[in-house]
């Protein structure tokens, strides 16, 4: 998408993330912090591969048995805020980007969570008045539609108005109902 003229907002807890962005996305807004549902500091488990890193214990006590080809290379201290105050401080610093619509959010085509962990606490802590994307990824790790559809995932965004609409992997995909025609 970047490479077709779309920007975004990068959010990444990753110590140095920012810098990476920032040189690889510089049209993009990049920032260098957790999120979760409330403002705090938690632990951060950074695996030898960081797509195994997350701020859960237990799923790092799991990636940890599952494999012996990955070890744990540091648990370091990160602060997390919630959704809604990251996107709310983007909107402070960048007013171009108020929703011609509303006039109070940011307007936007998709969200992409994969939250190390904390994927449903981070859906929790978004505004979904103010901040509503057309679309939303999100990962779940279960592997059948109908588990899909039972996750608390699933069924927070359903209450907020959105539909499990496919799924490829782990990446789950979710459209506003507002936006559907029949």
Known sequence: FYRKGWRGVNIDPIPGSEKIFQKKRPRDINIEVGCGAF??????????????NTFSSDLAKRRLQSSGKYYLKEVISVRVCPLREILDSVLSANPNLVSSETGKGIEFEFLNVDCE???????????????????????????ELYDISESDIAQFLSGVGYRLFSKQVNTVLFLDCRNLIG
């Open 117 to 143: 962990g904390l994927d449903f606490e981070v859906l929790c802590s978004n505004d979904w008045e103010r901040f509503r994307p057309n679309v939303v990824l999100v990962e779940i790790l279960k592997g």
């Open 39 to 52: 403002d705090s500091v938690l632990e951060y488990y950074q695996f030898n591969d960081p797509a195994l």
